[in-house]
Structure formats: C-alpha cells, structure tokens
C-alpha cells in the first residue's frame, strides 16, 4: 500500500508538446467535420474544453475526451 506524506503535494504533470499538436489536429478535423461553423468558435470550444479538462492527472485520454466534447458541443449548436 503507497502512502503519502503529509506535506506532499501531487500535481499533474503539464501536457506535452505532442499532447498540444494532437490537441491541433483535433481542431482540424473538427474545424474540417464542421465547415458552417467558423474556425474561432470551433478553436474557442477546443480550448475551452481543454482549459477544463488540463487538470486531471491522466493526459493520455485528453485530445480524445477534448474532441469527443467539442463534437457534442457543436452538434447541440446545430440543433439549436
């Protein structure tokens, strides 16, 4: 059993570079997916949900749960 001492503090460790270009290309293929919706919104969203969801101390699922998000996101805006 692992125990923690008091006074340790456990951050998550900051995203990569290629944690931030997968976080890109997901962009892309939503900004590509979603051509009547304008690239800021769309940029907007991503780092939105990003900003959200940086914190938790797993970044492997990060660009997938980013995406998978943003796509919700912009398919309530389409039926609005």
């Known amino acids: 059993m692992l125990a923690c001492q008091a006074d340790e503090v456990t951050t998550p460790s900051a995203p990569t570079e290629d944690l931030n270009r997968t976080i890109a290309s997901s962009e892309t293929e939503l900004a590509s997916r979603y051509p009547d919706v304008g690239s800021d919104v769309i940029h907007a969203l991503v780092q939105e ?6 914190p938790a101390k797993v970044h492997s699922f990060l660009p997938i749960l980013v995406a998978r998000e ?6 309530d805006l389409e039926l609005a």
């Open 70 to 75: 943003v796509r919700h996101r912009l398919h």
């Open 49 to 54: 949900s990003y900003t959200r969801l940086t």
